[in-house]
């Protein structure tokens, strides 16, 4: 393994193109503060990073174990909570963020722990309604819990001086260096390391034995692994990665409701991440997940253009088709599309054959 | 082995038939009584667990069958529910003088062309269904949790599309509406029909089963699908059979719980789909019987956790589903060994 491979733990990208496209991406989003000023590009930006790191703790499920969850969210809304909560109770301090991601991310794995154990050792389709359930139970008892949750309000809380926007630390090429830009790049940091890290678990042996599971298990317990231990296992690795990458958004957002940490939508977003990235691939995600949350913030304000035209033409139902709030309905077709001809997504097409 | 050590005229070995799970239900309702203050109370509470659990065993029912036969856990089963409850509003909306009339039978004029409208549209989309979208995937799990998936989504998103987002209201019809007494108990009278309702679909399912020839065809299957190809039955034949049926009766299911709640709204498949699955959980996956014992005891057990402790309704699905599955992990009655 050459010197620069090290941090990608001998798994590079394999494709000029994408190389390439990754290397724009990262650049990017390094410089966001400083390429895009702007309260709306620098919040794109973050929304991209913390999409990324989630969808790729996702891939560690769906493309590398081939489970489906339907409970990433709560994970994801654990680690939201357990910042909100613990800032909004103790105040604007840094040990309450210690705090809360010492209670959030434990919670998280436990819960994932338990699920696991419970439902991995039937089959996995019994895996993919329980999580459905539970997560939805979920919801409900966080939007319900308004003492503790704020309910359907959520929580809104002051960060630790340091991070908020009135904080300037002077200018660096012409652009005020404040707060928000010390908390993107805690974000964008620790979102690079969740995803190296993430990177170096499916290399190592025990993310070999996870693919044979994927492609075989019985041949995988045949072998000796045991399937309930090692699937478990990875669910409570992607769960806890889940709760950090909600504690990152709920830092970022100094907010945290049912809508940005809980709901079912934010769920179909990471599927449709990893799937139209590519499953299976960790790159996947980077991919899958800035041309996701571009789309979303830039595409859906020209649905609302053709929608507006369409209704100016008199063409029945197309208005109501390409309506802004209609997103979900062209995300959907896409991703039936994308699973049935490009089961490898864009990373898969582009290294060209199965990986 | 010589022939007369065979006797023809012994009976063959019987499974042993397992009736613990049957008593679970009564043992809930039982098991309330002391808790809530009047009888009256309980009788209401009842009736409406029942009524409830029927409308949630018709709709968990085709899924269940579905599954069993096909091996094909369809996530999608929600949507039919909610298209369904909309083709009735198509219906029923021009048709609201009859649902206002003061008699039966304008009132049945209105509901039963409604309903069959319901079952007819809701059957041919699951045909277009299973033929366009699950077909390619037979056999591979995780492509057919995601493709249904977003087949549900699909739906949804076109239901908002076509409605709009607000919520349609779907009076019921004035013969059905209020309540008779009952003793003390307050009953209302669309609880009856919905229980008599769910218990005919059951009882049709079961003599569907169990005495007709395709019933024998379908148990094969679920049994051993390359078996009962191998004697020379279209095996694919019967699926489109079963997947229409089994997304018909999500559709009446959708009407009569949007007459339930007297309105329509597209998120109710999403919402619904979900109590289908614990349900079918708890049932074990593949079996009518084990889903209708299931859906009584998730409904029973909703109806009295909501009377006696509002706030852990919200989880008493969930606190149900666990303890089933530590009692047999596999559901009441596993019919599938896959």
Request: charged share 10%.
């Amino acid at each position: 393994m050459t010197l620069p491979m090290m941090p990608l733990s001998g798994d590079p990208p394999r494709s000029r193109f994408l190389g390439a496209a990754l290397i724009l991406i990262v650049l990017a989003l390094a410089l966001a503060p400083f390429l895009f000023p702007g309260a709306k590009p620098l919040n794109v930006a973050a929304k991209i990073c913390i999409f990324i790191a989630l969808a790729a703790s996702y891939d560690l499920l769906l493309g590398y174990t081939g489970v489906v969850s339907f409970a990433h969210t709560m994970f994801y809304g654990i680690g939201s909570y357990g910042i909100a909560i613990a800032l909004y109770s103790l105040g604007a301090r840094w040990d309450a963020i210690g705090l809360g991601l010492l209670v959030a991310l434990p919670l998280a794995a436990l819960l994932a722990l338990v699920i696991g154990l419970f439902s991995l050792r039937v089959q996995t389709i019994f895996f993919a309604m329980i999580t459905l359930a539970v997560a939805s139970a979920f919801a409900v008892l966080a939007s319900q819990l308004s003492w503790l949750t704020g309910g359907e309000d959520g929580r809104s809380f002051r960060v630790p001086e340091l991070l908020r926007p009135g904080t300037s630390f002077g200018n660096l090429f012409g652009i005020e260096v404040t707060g928000r830009t010390l908390t993107y790049y805690i974000v964008f940091v620790c979102c690079v390391l969740l995803l190296l890290l993430l990177l170096r678990i499916v290399n190592s042996p025990f993310g070999r034995v996870l693919q044979a599971i994927r492609e075989n298990p019985f041949r995988a317990e045949a072998l000796g692994y045991r399937t309930v231990f090692h699937r478990t296992y990875a669910n409570v690795i992607a769960a806890a990665v889940a709760a950090a990458v909600g504690a990152l958004n709920a830092l970022w957002l100094r907010y945290t409701g049912p809508d940005t940490s809980l709901s079912f939508n934010i769920m179909l977003d990471i599927l449709l991440i990893v799937v139209i990235g590519g499953m299976g691939t960790m790159y996947g995600a980077i991919v899958g997940g800035t041309l996701y949350v571009l789309a979303q913030n830039y595409l859906q304000a020209l649905m609302g253009t053709v929608s507006a035209a369409a209704g100016d033409a008199g063409i029945p139902i197309l208005p109501q088709l390409f309506h802004p709030d209609r997103w979900l309905l062209w995300l959907g077709v896409l991703f039936i599309l994308s699973v049935y001809f490009f089961p490898t997504g864009v990373v898969g097409k582009l290294r060209g054959g199965p990986s | 082995m010589s022939a007369q050590d065979i006797d023809a005229g012994a009976a063959l070995p019987k499974t042993p038939r397992d009736y613990l799970p049957l008593l679970l239900p009564v043992a809930l309702a039982l098991a309330a009584l002391p808790f809530i203050p009047s009888s009256s109370t309980w009788v209401t509470l009842t009736i409406a667990g029942l009524a409830m659990g029927m409308m949630i065993f018709v709709m968990a029912s085709g899924l269940t069958l579905i599954f069993g036969l096909m091996d094909v856990l369809n996530f999608g089963h929600g949507a039919f529910i909610a298209i369904g409850a909309y083709m009735a509003t198509l219906v029923l909306i021009p048709l609201a003088g009859w649902m206002q009339a003061d008699s039966v039978w304008l009132n049945l004029a209105a509901i039963v062309p409604a309903a069959l409208f319901a079952i007819v549209v809701t059957g041919a989309l699951g045909l277009a269904f299973e033929r366009i979208v699950i077909m390619p995937v037979y056999g591979q799990h995780l492509k057919q949790i995601l493709i249904t998936m977003g087949g549900m989504i699909v739906a949804e998103q076109i239901l908002y599309a076509f409605f709009g987002p607000q919520q349609i209201p779907l009076p019921l019809p004035t013969s059905l509406r209020g309540s008779f007494q009952f003793g003390e108990a307050a009953v209302e009278k669309y609880r009856v029909v919905a229980v008599l309702v769910g218990l005919a679909v059951f009882l049709a399912m079961l003599l569907i089963l169990n005495r007709t020839k395709i019933g024998l065809l379908i148990r094969a299957g679920v049994e051993n699908t390359e078996m009962v190809e191998a004697l020379g039955y279209r095996i694919t034949r019967l699926f489109v059979g079963v997947f229409m049926a089994g997304s018909a009766l999500a559709g009446l299911g959708g009407v009569m719980w949007g007459l339930y709640r007297e309105q329509v709204n597209a998120a109710m498949g999403a919402e619904l789909m979900v109590l289908v699955f614990i349900v079918v959980i708890i049932g074990g996956l593949g079996s009518v019987t084990g889903c209708f014992i299931g859906a009584l005891l998730v409904a029973l057990a909703t109806n009295y956790a909501g009377f006696l402790m509002p706030k852990a309704a919200l989880i008493t699905d969930i606190l149900l589903m666990v303890v089933i599955l530590l009692w047999r992990p596999r559901g009441l009655y596993p019919v599938t060994s896959r």
